[in-house]
């Protein structure tokens, strides 16, 4: 992880538009929502999503929000159904994220969904952050702002404390008022599942969906963090720590060396997990056991060797 001296920004238009630009740049950018404060890198660059778990010292990767500037940004995104327009219509811009498929050509990385098949999505309606996505013009992913393991930050100076020297800047737009984690309610499905509460109410989404969303259960976000069942793993066996590829397997490499495809080849962790799923998904598809290169158990390392030995694990 290198450092950098964080730049405090404040909500000042041009303040914003060099925000902008640091996100363009793939660099990382703290902003205030009115939930809590986000983590932002350019969710269609592998490599700046990458720099986010690389910045929080995240040791798994969890899909991540991807913040929109409205529901029609949305819509680029992810399949639209009723439930959702329900409940844009009413939330939107809010605290409230909504899990859907994925639409051919989304665009984003895969890394912001893990590998998903599905994207957690939401306008939120803080003034910085409306001011950050309309000057950027395309999709911020952010976690909340804070080091792995540590309470969410509502301030600037919260942000400052935990990845101040990990991050390119802070937006300063004050507390949050909100001041808890949006609501996640999974709306691929007929029935609405309610994956983490937040801060639009159950009873509320309840009052427009017509009835409860089904309440979390074992295999939601909350309980099991980066955990989550649903989570990509291929349908090839996967063999870990391999140096070479026993007849029949095809082999993910990583640093210098043959292979069919190779996470990094100059060894870089960065690349590498900007590369993961994608490589992945690529090499099931071929239909044959994959061999996998040892990974470096260090920075990102940790977290790309945790989402391989769940891959790797029998099942
Ligand atoms: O209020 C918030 O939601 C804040 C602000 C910054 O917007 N963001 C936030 O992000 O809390 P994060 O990354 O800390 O939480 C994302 C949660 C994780 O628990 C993750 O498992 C879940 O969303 N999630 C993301 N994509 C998902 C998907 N495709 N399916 C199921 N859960 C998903
Ligand atoms: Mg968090």
Known sequence: MHRVSTARLTSAPQDVAKAARLLAEGELVAFPTET????????RNGRAVAAVYEAKGRPQFNPLIVHVADAN????????????DKLANTFWPGPLTFVLPLLPGHGLASLV??????AAVR???HPVAQA????????????????SGRVSPTTAEHVLAGLSGRVAAVLDG?????????????LTDATPRLLRPGGVPAED???ILGAAPTPADASSPVSAPGQLASHYAPRASVRLDAALPLPGEVMLGFGPMEADLNLSVSGDLGEAAANLFD??????????????????DVGLGAAINDRLRRAAAPR
Request: proline letters at 10%; charged letters at 10%; aromatic letters at 6%.
């Open 73 to 84: 940004a949305a819509q680029t995104l992810v399949q639209w159904n009723g439930n959702a």
């Open 279 to 296: 490589y992945l998904h690529r090499l099931d598809a071929m239909g044959r056991p994959i061999a996998v290169a040892p990974i470096p």
């Open 113 to 118: 969904t893990a590998g998903l098949p599905t």
């Open 123 to 125: 306008v939120p309606c």
């Open 205 to 207: 989404l309840a009052r």
């Open 36 to 43: 809590v404060y986000g983590l932002g890198a350019d969710a």
């Open 174 to 186: 004050g507390a949050c008022p909100v001041g808890l984690e949006s609501t996640i309610v999974d």
């Open 132 to 147: 950050l996505l309309a000057e950027f013009d395309g999709p911020i992913a952010a976690p909340s702002a804070n080091l």
